[in-house]
Antibody, heavy 118, light 107 residues
Framework: QVKLQESGPGLVKPSETLSLTCTVSGGSIRSYYWSWIRQSPGKALEWIGYIYYSATTNYNPSLKSRVTISLDTSKNQLFLNLTSVTAADTAVYYC????????????WGPGTLVTVSS | DIQMTQSPSTLSASVGDRVTITCRAS??????LAWYQQKAGKAPKVLIY???SLHSGVPSRFSGSGSGTEFTLTISSLQPDDFATYYC?????????FGPGTKVDMK
């Protein structure tokens, strides 16, 4: 059974880059699509983007200019970089698996809270 | 982007009640809709995919219906474990989007 675990700094300064790692266990990252999704405090869910093991990516148009998703197949990890962050980027960040590029998400990691503050 | 709306935003109910949540899409998404349950401090869990298919391990009291732009999630007999927030998500477009959520709380 595939499990996902997010990790990274819980505090990032405004204008800096948010960097997170998602470690996949119980299955190979060389299958399926892998997404990042975030949820601002008390708010709804926002899909950030996905990556396929071939390194094909697709990003939310509202974040596309600031987002990069990459992966390391040897470590079974995917990564999220979000540049020029502001307080509006404060959120719980989740990684999740989707079987196809147009699909629902399952499973999800437990999420990691990132606060943008000086 | 395809915009998703949900109603109601909050629903107060009692154990044993039949509960219905509605999700609407700003344009037709065929049956490409999923429903999630989220409890406080936890990640969402998928309940329903393709509008009406029950995900493995999900109790049969949950059901989904609809197509095009209007969808419903029904809990036939609300259980104590079902008090949570429910989200719909469309995956018809290259940019999936979620509804704003419906919180089911105790009357």
């Amino acid at each position: 059974q595939v499990k996902l675990q997010e990790s990274g700094p819980g505090l990032v300064k405004p204008s800096e880059t948010l960097s997170l790692t998602c470690t996949v266990s119980g299955g190979s990252i060389r299958s399926y699509y892998w997404s990042w999704i975030r949820q601002s405090p008390g708010k709804a869910l926002e899909w950030i983007g996905y990556i396929y093991y071939s390194a094909t990516t697709n990003y939310n148009p509202s974040l596309k200019s600031r987002v990069t998703i990459s992966l390391d197949t040897s470590k079974n990890q995917l990564f999220l970089n979000l540049t020029s962050v502001t307080a509006a980027d404060t959120a719980v960040y989740y990684c999740a698996k989707n079987r196809n590029y147009l699909d629902w998400f399952d499973p999800w990691g437990p999420g990691t809270l990132v606060t943008v503050s000086s | 982007d395809i915009q998703m709306t949900q109603s109601p935003s909050t629903l107060s109910a009692s154990v044993g009640d039949r509960v219905t949540i509605t999700c609407r899409a700003s344009q037709s998404i065929s049956s490409w809709l999923a429903w999630y349950q989220q409890k406080a401090g936890k990640a969402p869990k998928v309940l329903i995919y393709k509008a009406s298919s029950l995900h493995s391990g999900v109790p049969s009291r949950f059901s989904g219906s609809g197509s095009g732009t209007e969808f419903t999630l029904t809990i036939s007999s609300l259980q104590p474990d079902d008090f949570a927030t429910y989200y719909c998500q469309q995956y018809n477009s290259y940019s999936p989007t979620f509804g704003p959520g419906t919180k089911v709380d105790m009357k």
